[in-house]
């Protein structure tokens, strides 16, 4: 596979901590050197570097990450202001504790309303499938699908797994024709990288591999 379809797929993030807007200017950097197809940065950052690439390259921002239970308002609000700062896409985190309670009609409002939300914007739904049995992963599946959000989304990377090869297909297999997949969390290598594509990915979260494909 060539580097520059790779490349294409990729929200090169960085979201730990402690990062610094000289990191984060980085990024973005190496994002608009590289062809990306956005940087995946905290939500205080989005404001500085919508400006900084002046639409050179999309900005990405979390919501509600990475643990997800908060209110289904504040997500509106993060999502809102995200939007106002400059924005283009949104990877928001679901309501897990609400799956596990199978309220799988709570978790489809609460989508809508972060849909609603993103005035357009391309939205991207974080299932967090290491918390997540197979039968809970295909119902989240048929709730994203519902939801009209534009891709399901494996993992925050903040949590006990990132996602898997498995996953990864089934999400292809069990999601609508329109919702596009994609595969964040623990990717290390190219190899993995080429494996989640063929597999039917069509973005890659990850923060390792524009350094990767230079190695």
Request: charge should be negative; glycine fraction near 10%.
């Amino acid at each position: 596979m060539e580097k520059r379809e790779i490349l294409s797929r990729l929200d090169h993030t960085l979201l730990k901590q402690d990062a610094t807007w000289e990191q984060i200017r980085a990024i973005c950097d190496e994002g608009m050197e590289n062809g990306v197809a956005s940087v995946c940065i905290p939500p205080c950052f989005v404001k500085q570097a919508a400006e900084y690439m002046g639409g050179r390259l999309a900005v990405c921002t979390v919501i509600g990450f990475p643990n997800g239970y908060m209110t289904t308002a504040s997500k509106v609000f993060e999502t809102e202001d995200a939007v106002k700062n400059g924005a283009d896409e949104i990877d928001m985190v679901i309501n897990i504790g609400m799956v596990k309670e199978r309220n799988y009609g709570g978790v489809l409002e609460e989508i809508r309303a972060v849909r609603r939300a993103c005035a357009g914007k391309i939205l991207k739904v974080i299932i967090e499938t290491c918390l997540l049995t197979e039968e809970e992963k295909t119902e989240m599946c048929r709730v994203v699908t519902e939801s009209g959000a534009d891709y399901i989304k494996t993992s925050t990377g903040f949590a006990s797994g990132g996602a898997t090869f498995e996953d990864v297909e089934l999400m292809r297999r069990c999601v609508g024709p329109q919702v596009k997949v994609k595969a964040a969390g623990g990717i290390s290598s190219v190899a993995d990288a080429e494996k989640f594509i063929e597999l039917g990915a069509d973005r890659l979260g990850t923060s390792r591999l524009i350094k990767l494909l230079k190695a």
